[in-house]
Structures are given as structure tokens and as C-alpha cells.
């Protein structure tokens, strides 16, 4: 699925670069973590790792293709996943070089692979209620043109997250990123975007390479502010009537586990 005239091919892009700090020690990268079952045929019911989730739900959307960008040592996802076959997609792997200043540090890291094409971007250790999330916002593009679309949730009161206004006819007003306190009440977890956001992400990281690495870490919502405030056509759509669940953090791990113990 494209927008309108627009062959430009879709990519998805999953940053793998944390270290499960909050979590404590791991057996494995937090995006292999098992959530749920998944049923295989002539196998039965088999454990299903959480960024599994994440590529199912673009695979709904017609794309085929995506990176990883990893950190060194988190070498149990290739080794996972493979060349993708097990989802009958195509997957590649990129690492990150030098310390990780944040997420649009990591994201750079595919530039020179994505700077001619769509991408679909999603968090690996993130798990929402919305299969045709992906395709939701594809349709949005291909009404809008937008430069960058987000997929809009409720946000969870109790975490601190990126906080989104709209107006009413989607365009983004505002993106509000911790700590900063809002009355909003969504926040935003995928996205789909074109070659001007991956180019506005390059210089974002060019530009601000020095604070970051004298600073705190960025997040993916200050690149997306940045954007806003500067003009880039930003379109929200709501993809969830529920607030996804980050298993990056000890409580959204224990909801995660229940409610797909649940579902099995």
C-alpha cells in the first residue's frame, strides 16, 4: 500500500539499540522476551517473543522488508530471526557505531538505506491492540501527503510518555515530551514516514550530536517536536481505542505476560 503516485517502496525500521536497564538482567535481549504462544502447524503452540508482534502487524500492511539497528552484543535477534523467512519477510541488520545518545542517533544509522524510500517505524519491546495499525496510517498518507504520520493511542497516566494534540482534521499541533507536564491525552508509538522526515532526521543528529553526547539522551518524541515546530506536515491517527504496553519496564512486562496468558 503507497500514497497516491507515490512507488516509492515501504520499509520498516526497528530500533534495538536499548539495554534493558530497567528490566535488570536478561537472558536474552529484551526483544526476544516470550509474550503469548503462537500456533504452528505441525508443531503446536510454540513461545512468541515480543518484537514478533511488531512485524506480524506491518507484514498485515504489505511490507516485506525491514532493519533492525542493533547494539553490539544483541546478537540473539539475527540469530532469531534470521533472514525473516519465519515471517515470510525479507530482514536485514544494521549496528550502531559508538554510544547510544538516543533513538534518532540509532535511526541515522539506516540513512543511507532509507534515504529514497517510505518507512514504517515501530518500537520492538512495545505491544499494542490495533492489527491494521500500519495500514491505518498508510491510508492517511496516501490521503495527505503527510511528511511523517503517527499512530495515536490513549496514553497510560501512570507513564511518561510523549503527549500529542491534534487538530481536527488530524494535523499535528503540538508534541509534548517528558518531563514536561500536559492535560492531553494521547501519545504516539508507530509511524509512517517519507524521504523528507529520513533526511530531517540526518541533519536533526548532525545538528545535534554535540549536546548529546554532553547531554541527556534524546527520545524519538524530540525529533518529532523538532519537526512540528518546524513546519514538516505531521498527521495523527488514532489506531487503539487502548494504551499499548512498553515490556521495557518491570510493570508493563508483568501486564504483558497476563494478558496474553490470558488470551491463550
Not at 95 to 104: D, M, R
Request: aromatic residues 10%; neutral net charge.
Amino acid at each position: 500500500m503507497r500514497a497516491n503516485n507515490d512507488t516509492r517502496e515501504i520499509v520498516g525500521l526497528i530500533p534495538a539499540g536499548g539495554q534493558a536497564t530497567r528490566l535488570g538482567p536478561l537472558p536474552c535481549s529484551k526483544e526476544l522476551y516470550p509474550i503469548g504462544l503462537q500456533q504452528k502447524k505441525d508443531e503446536g503452540s510454540l513461545p512468541k517473543v515480543v518484537s514478533h508482534y511488531l512485524l506480524e502487524k506491518m507484514r498485515v500492511a504489505g511490507i516485506s522488508k525491514a532493519f533492525f539497528v542493533l547494539r553490539p552484543g544483541k546478537w540473539d535477534i539475527p540469530a532469531y530471526f534470521g533472514n525473516g523467512s519465519i515471517l515470510n519477510m525479507h530482514l536485514a541488520y544494521l549496528t550502531i557505531a559508538g554510544p547510544p545518545y538516543g533513538v534518532p542517533f540509532t535511526l541515522d544509522h539506516a540513512y543511507p538505506f532509507l534515504s529514497r524510500v517510505n518507512v514504517a517505524f515501530g518500537f520492538p519491546d512495545i505491544l499494542f491492540d490495533s492489527d491494521d495499525g500500519f495500514s491505518k496510517l498508510l491510508s492517511r498518507q496516501s490521503q495527505t501527503r503527510a511528511d511523517l504520520t503517527l499512530g495515536l493511542f490513549p496514553a497510560d497516566a501512570s507513564l511518561k510518555v510523549d503527549l500529542v494534540e491534534t487538530s481536527q482534521d488530524g494535523s499535528v499541533k503540538k508534541i509534548v515530551v517528558p518531563p514536561e507536564e500536559s492535560n492531553l491525552t494521547y501519545t504516539w508509538n508507530i509511524a509512517i514516514w517519507t524521504p523528507v522526515f529520513t533526511e530531517y532526521i540526518h541533519q536533526f543528529v548532525i545538528d545535534h550530536a554535540v549536546a548529546a553526547m554532553n547531554g541527556p539522551e534524546l527520545i524519538a518524541g524530540h525529533v518529532v517536536q523538532s519537526a512540528v515546530r518546524d513546519g514538516l506536515k505531521v498527521q495523527g491517527v488514532p489506531v487503539s481505542d487502548t494504551p499499548y504496553l512498553d515490556i521495557g519496564t518491570p510493570r508493563g512486562l508483568a501486564e504483558a505476560t497476563k494478558r496474553m496468558a490470558d488470551r491463550v
